[in-house]
C-alpha cells in the first residue's frame, strides 16, 4: 500500500511545521472579512496556528497573522480565537 500524504502547515506563532488537520484556519475572505475557518473548506486567503494559547501569544506578538494575511486583525478575532482554544483545552 501507498502510504498517503498528510498536509503540512507552518504555524503563524511557533513557525513549527504540523499537520493541517491539527491546526485552526483562519481566512481572509474576497470581502476582506477576518474570520475563523473550523471546516478548512472555506474560499480565501488562509493563515495556520496552533491550538494552544502559547502560539496565539507569539502570533501576536510578532504579528504573524497580520503579515500572512497581509491586513490587520481586528481584535474580536483574537478573541474568537482564545475562546475556541479554551474549548479545546477543555475537551
Known amino acids: 500500500m ?5 498536509p503540512m502547515r507552518q504555524c503563524t506563532g511557533c513557525r513549527e511545521m504540523r499537520s493541517k488537520r491539527d491546526m485552526i484556519r483562519v481566512i481572509k475572505t474576497a470581502e476582506n472579512e477576518i474570520c475563523i ?4 473548506r472555506k474560499n480565501g486567503r488562509g493563515a495556520y496556528i496552533c491550538p494552544n494559547m502559547d502560539c496565539l501569544k507569539q502570533a501576536m506578538k510578532n504579528r504573524g497573522l ?14 474568537q480565537l482564545e475562546e475556541e482554544m479554551s474549548h479545546i483545552d477543555k475537551g
Not at 501507498?2 to 498528510?6: M, P, S, Y
Not at 497580520?66 to 478573541?79: F, G, N
Open 37 to 40: 475557518d473550523a471546516t478548512g
Open 2 to 6: 501507498v502510504a498517503k500524504k498528510v
Open 66 to 79: 497580520e503579515r500572512s494575511l497581509k491586513t490587520a486583525i481586528p481584535e474580536t478575532v483574537y478573541q
